[in-house]
């Protein structure tokens, strides 16, 4: 059975449900790395192989079945650079509203930007 | 403002530990061909360092050291030697991004090889420049509040 | 043996992100969420995925915990512990989400078959090649560079693009 995958499963919810539930907004970005970190996961359990190596060969004799899937370690390489820009810029983001606003929860964030709109001071 | 701290601890350690750690940053950029690494990890050990550097000796260490809008050219270099090693490669008659074509006085297989070196190098140099933009950035307390 | 040890390491994973997400202290969540990457990094390790191990462990553990401090260091260290009216909505879509990709996964090939479609598609041919036409025995380091070199293209200008964003975002004001 493919019980790893129902980790990788679970904590997708989990990220998921903070992106949306929590007002927050760095608990929004806390949810948006689990998120992301979940799916790597996930991806990676598809590169396993039983019994494989390293994917580093050496010598001219390789037989594929005995290494690890390299392409889907190169994407998530990717991946996981991606998501140190993305949270640079959400907490930058962040750090801006709350210098603005001077809350980081998203409902008092959205009266004081609805007072805003209705009297310009 | 993050101040110096206070321990002599931590300052003679991360003093011994920074040069060793950007050596360790390049060991791991030329040794990304024979074992886990690559440009990715180097950069950000070598980011790593200006940030552990700014934590122990204070902020105005950090902004003695780095000039930001230097680093945000250093980024920007990284990504252009990427892109010229590619345009290289055409120079020499391939398309872009055929690194066996580079104009090296090697064999196509070699040549693919060191571009696979240059390219590493340009995606460290962004890699740590943005790190370090990142934290110099979001670290910063606002002046005049 | 390892398989033990993949199991007792997922469980705390799933542990440390349950308390990240419900700590009503935003220096614990950060805290945990550091120590969440890092027990993510020493999992990918476990199955073998180093490269990515030692990416995760930098960044995740190390990078990413320092730019959420430094950011709770600019705001507020606490949140309101009010429910949202949106979580029985955020509940719905997370687990029709997750149902969704259970269904998949069920139809994916037995975790760890070596003749599984992914295995079997393109990367022998890197495997087997990477040698001979790149003389770098790291395989992924030569699907990373050379021939997946269009994605690594991107993907830096992606960084880079996000540290210069951040960079125009924070300058900081006088007033």
């Known amino acids: ?121 | 403002m993050i101040e110096r701290h206070a321990s002599v601890v931590v300052q003679t350690f991360v003093r011994v530990l920074t040069p060793l750690a950007q050596l360790f940053a390049l060991y791991v950029l030329a040794f990304g061909h024979y074992s886990p690494g690559g440009g990715f990890q180097a950069g950000v050990i070598l980011g790593a360092t200006y940030i552990l550097l700014a934590l122990a000796f204070g902020r105005d260490i950090l902004d003695r050291k780095v000039n930001q809008p230097v680093c945000v050219a250093l980024g920007a270099a990284g990504v252009l030697l990427y892109a010229l090693t590619g345009v290289a490669g055409m120079a020499g008659g391939g398309t872009f991004l055929d690194y066996s074509r580079l104009p090296l006085p090697v064999t196509p297989v070699r040549a693919r090889y060191f571009g696979i070196l240059f390219i590493e190098t340009g995606v460290t140099l962004g890699v740590a420049a943005t790190l370090i933009i990142l934290f110099c950035r979001l670290g910063e307390q606002e002046s005049n509040r | 043996m390892s398989e033990l040890i993949l199991a007792g390491l997922l469980v705390l994973l799933v542990l440390l992100a349950v308390v990240a997400v419900r700590a009503p202290d935003l220096l614990l969540a950060v805290i945990t969420l550091g120590a969440y990457g890092f027990v993510m990094s020493l999992i990918w390790a476990v199955m073998g995925a180093l490269d990515v191990a030692f990416t995760e462990a930098v960044v995740g553990a190390g990078a990413t915990t320092v730019l959420f401090l430094a950011a709770l260091l600019r705001t507020s260290r606490r949140r309101s512990p009010a429910a949202s009216p949106l979580r029985w909505v955020a509940l719905a879509v997370a687990l029709g989400t997750g149902g969704a990709v259970l269904g998949v996964t069920s139809g994916l090939p037995r975790w760890g078959d070596p003749t599984s479609a992914p295995a079997t598609h393109v990367s022998p041919r890197y495997l087997v090649r990477t040698l001979s036409e790149t003389a770098t025995p790291n395989a992924v380091t030569s699907v990373l560079a050379d021939y997946r070199g269009y994605d690594t293209l991107v993907e830096t200008t992606v960084i880079f693009t996000a540290g210069l964003g951040c960079w125009l975002l924070l300058t900081p004001r006088r007033r």
Do not use: C
């Not at chain 1, 370690?73 to 140190?84: E, G, P, Q």
């Not at chain 1, 907490?91 to 930007?113: C, F, T």
């Open chain 1, 1 to 121: 059975m493919n019980y790893p995958y129902w980790v990788a499963v679970g904590l997708l919810m989990l990220g998921l449900y903070t992106m949306i539930a929590h007002r927050n907004l760095l608990k929004k970005a806390v949810g948006m790395t689990i998120f992301q970190t979940a799916i790597i996961l996930f991806f990676l359990l598809l590169a396993v192989k039983r019994d494989a190596s390293l994917p580093i060969v050496s010598g001219a004799d390789v037989d594929p079945a005995r290494f690890m899937n390299p392409l889907p370690h190169a994407l998530m390489l990717t991946a996981i650079v991606v998501m140190v820009a993305t949270s640079g810029v959400a907490l930058a983001i962040l750090i801006r509203l709350y210098a603005r606003y001077g809350s980081l929860e998203e409902d008092v964030i959205a009266e004081r930007v609805a007072s805003d709109e209705a009297d310009p001071a």
